[in-house]
């Protein structure tokens, strides 16, 4: 079966980098991109990109471009989203889905809590 | 950016109820709308694609309908499971993907 599993909880300080992985299983790794989305605690969903593990081609949402990077590992299936430069607001749990670049996401990671606090 | 504007915001509601959630795009979107469901601590579950295809495993009583810039989920009679979040999404090719704020549906 389809499983994205994401690695664990980060506590970082305001200014400092966050790299959070996401290793798939179940599925042809290079046939299906991987978005990354985030929740601030309390609120709604918010899309930050997507990455073709394929091709390598990335998207980024303009909000965050600049600080953040998407990456991909074929011989492990695994993804990978940084953020750089972090503030309190990037406060929130990061999830990766799967999906195609353009359409809905089908198979979601548990997500990460990435917590920015001095 | 297309804004997605979703009401109600909160809905409450009894088991055996009909209920429906809106979705408003800014501008026209064709069908590309997803609905997905979520509980809390839980990562989302997409429940309809392309405004109207249910996907697999989720039962008959969700359905989706719309086109352009009005769309709607329709849960047709509620079950305890299905109190939760849930949250339209539009995925035009052409816009960052974008999501609405959710409604929190409530046992009443």
């Known amino acids: 079966q389809v499983q994205l599993v994401q690695s664990g909880a980060e506590v970082k300080k305001p200014g400092a980098s966050v790299k959070v992985s996401c290793k798939a299983s179940?599925?042809?790794?290079?046939?299906?991109?991987i978005g990354w989305l985030r929740q601030a605690p309390g609120q709604g969903l918010e899309w930050m990109g997507w990455?073709?593990?394929?091709?390598?081609?990335?998207d980024y949402a303009q909000k965050v471009q600049g600080r953040l990077t998407m990456t991909t590992d074929t011989s492990t299936n695994t993804a990978y989203m940084e953020l750089r430069s972090l503030r309190s607001d990037d406060t929130a749990v990061y999830y990766c889905?799967?999906?195609?670049?353009?359409?809905?996401?089908?198979?979601w990671g548990q997500g990460t809590l990435v917590t920015v606090s001095s | 950016d297309i804004q997605m504007t979703q009401s109600p915001s909160t809905l409450s509601a009894s088991v055996g109820d009909r209920v429906a959630i809106t979705c408003r795009a800014s501008?026209?979107?064709?069908?590309?709308v997803a609905w997905y469901q979520q509980k809390p601590g839980k990562a989302p579950i997409l429940l309809i694609s392309?405004?109207?295809t249910l996907e697999s495993g989720v039962p008959s009583r969700f359905s989706g309908s719309g086109s352009g810039t009005e769309f709607t989920l329709t849960i047709s009679s509620l079950q305890p499971d299905d109190f939760a979040t849930y949250y339209c999404?539009?995925?035009?090719?052409?816009?960052?993907?974008?999501f609405g704020q959710g409604t929190r549906l409530d046992i009443k």
């Open positions: 990455i073709s593990p394929y091709t390598g081609n990335t």
């Open positions: 392309k405004a109207s």
């Open positions: 999404q539009q995925y035009n090719s052409y816009s960052p993907i974008t």
């Open positions: 179940g599925y042809s790794f290079p046939n299906f991109g």
């Open positions: 501008q026209r979107i064709n069908s590309w």
């Open positions: 889905a799967r999906g195609p670049s353009s359409n809905p996401f089908d198979y």
